[in-house]
């Protein structure tokens, strides 16, 4: 939710809907910076604020939204009824700032919806046993939307974004880039958890568990947007939904590490010890029965990553460590992998031709990802694209 | 409540009187500005904002300041608990935006005191039976304060304000106004409802209806601030507590009006029929049988009075209508009033004395009440505070 236009802006959307016949129950988020602005009043008062006040304070925003949109749509003369998590009676557990969503009351919302109403709740938030106020943490409003989905069985949930639909990559590469009619819940966890950043994961995660069909739209927009879903028989699988890429990468490599059981450990240890994630890794053993271990990091923790490398190196008697902060991954996602062989060298073949050169490999059942130098980051998206024939494709 | 620098100080004073070793409930309101802006976004969505969701957008200026108070009070190291009105269950009535305070579930609360924490609640809110979230209307986090001190019968309810206490009249005035160590209930009520404008009237009654101690103190500043009480026959009882004035005054007569029954209501009903609140009354029968009605109302419904009495003249056969904006209202309220014969006459002749003119004159058992013209005020004031030698005068 941004400024009051964009609240106006899904007034209109929610009673096309309802013209539509369908019930519609809205769930929102707080306005485009109010939640900043409440974390900033919160740390002028405490240095570490209290996760139970922080979720007294930040559920305000998404109460604050409610009551606008219910405002908007009552403008135009559809009757409403917003909820608070707590006034739906979504109950959480005590873990405040990230509580989990333990089950959802769903009898005072069904009663409003048989009378007509357009029901609006406040997303990111719930409510504990004990009738704490409690928040889901990040992309919480989209989990509470599938959550009420979910309980409520509902035919679609619509998650109303900046962009009109899930993408074959980012369009800011890739000009062409065309918009996707539909992606599996597998597919759009990898390309979630590779960089694009249209959803939420956990909101997907949760989607694919309840098996509630997603169909990301644009706010301003019309389209019909992108629906995410299982994988359906009947339909014609692409072998490549999307390309998606992530910059924030960094790999740092310890050289001539002996070669001998636990000796992994000794090093990712120390690295997760200092919060630290690590995303590929990479192990070879080289002709002297020495292993060069190489991994990926995000690009903050760069620097804290070498040092650690540089202190165990001299503890194991390991010969150097290397780094590189300028380097990106690329990576080509679809359920097709699966019964298609040769995607991985079509891949590679279209890179060499262009002479990016691969720094790392690392694949799953329907991901094949590369680490690349960072300057070629555009190049092999692009070339990528191409080479699956990503722009003309259609599922429909 | 303003800006986070006085939460902070707010904090701080709560602390202080916790280490007094009382146990401690404090009532906020929201931020200073937050209200208006709030009802600013409301006025973007709607023309006539939905009193139900007013009261859930609305409701979220206490929920701010209740989650930040707690996270000021918990950083200098002490265990809060805070509370909305809902969840401490403040049971109100279903009149959204002026809803009234039925009943005050307490267990909670002292059960958090039991345990040391110092619990804060955010006033101006509760909750009706059905679960919807309600607002008390004006002044509604005094009276949340006084109403929680009523139920959980605490020896005092102070209230935070900008003023250090009850002047005997408004010091911007009459600077060698002095600050009342005591003032009634009764004399309180009379003060507010003439103009002094540092208590809501509906705290106050609630306070006295419920006797319970009220103190007004500043944020800010140190000091015992004023304290509001009912009579004690052990004090020795002062005259007259406080002048207080109103400019906000205008004054309508209808001259020559045939002095039948019946007659006044003819005048008065009209001007009630158009939501214009009638002040004093004074009617006078002249030598001709005929009447002149003379009223005061507020300076904003002058000109919709006036014009409807030249309607009521032209139905009625009157002589004709004058009016005066430019008068104000100067009032002596004091429970001394009662046993002291001889007030009026001082008052009149003080304001004599320096050439004042008195327009109208009412009075009631604690008060007297003169209409005189706007240019007089601030001599009006500082000569009657001189005559009834309020300058010197102390309780204690």
Known sequence: MGTTDRIKAVAEKVIKTKKNGDNVIVVVSAMSGETNRL??????????????????LLST???????????????????????????????????????????????????????????VVAGFQGISEDGHITTLGRGGSDTTA????????????????????????DPRVEPRAKRLDRITFEEMLEMASLGSKVLQIRAVEFAGKYNVPLRVLSTFEQGEGTLITYE???????????????????????????????IASKIVGPIADANIEVDMIIQNVAEDVTA??????????FKKAYSILQEIRDTLGARRVTGDENIVKVSLVGVGMRSHAGIASTMFKALAAEGINIRMISTSEIKISVVVDEKYLELAVRTLHEAFDLTDRAYD
Chains 1, 2 share one sequence.
Do not use: W
Request: charged share 25%; proline share 4%.
């Open 39 to 56: 974390v900033g009043l919160a740390q002028e008062m405490q240095v570490y604020p209290k996760p139970r006040e922080m979720d007294v």
């Open 61 to 119: 925003g998404e109460q604050v939204t409610i009551a606008l949109l219910c405002m908007a749509i009552e403008e135009i003369g559809f009757p409403t009824r917003s909820y608070t998590g707590g006034q739906v009676r979504i109950l959480t557990d005590n873990s405040h700032t990230k509580a989990r969503i333990e089950e959802i009351d769903t009898d005072s919302i069904q009663a409003d919806l048989a009378t007509g109403k357009i029901v």
């Open 146 to 169: 599938v959550a009420l989905a979910a309980a409520l069985k509902a035919s679609e949930c619509q998650i109303f974004t900046d962009v009109d639909g899930v993408y074959t990559t």
């Open 232 to 262: 359906d028989e009947t339909m014609e699988q692409a072998l490549i939904s999307g390309i998606a890429f992530n910059r924030d990468e960094a790999k740092v490599t310890i050289e001539g590490v002996p070669d001998e059981p636990g």
């Open 292 to 301: 060069d271990f190489t991994f990926t990091v995000h690009r903050n923790d």
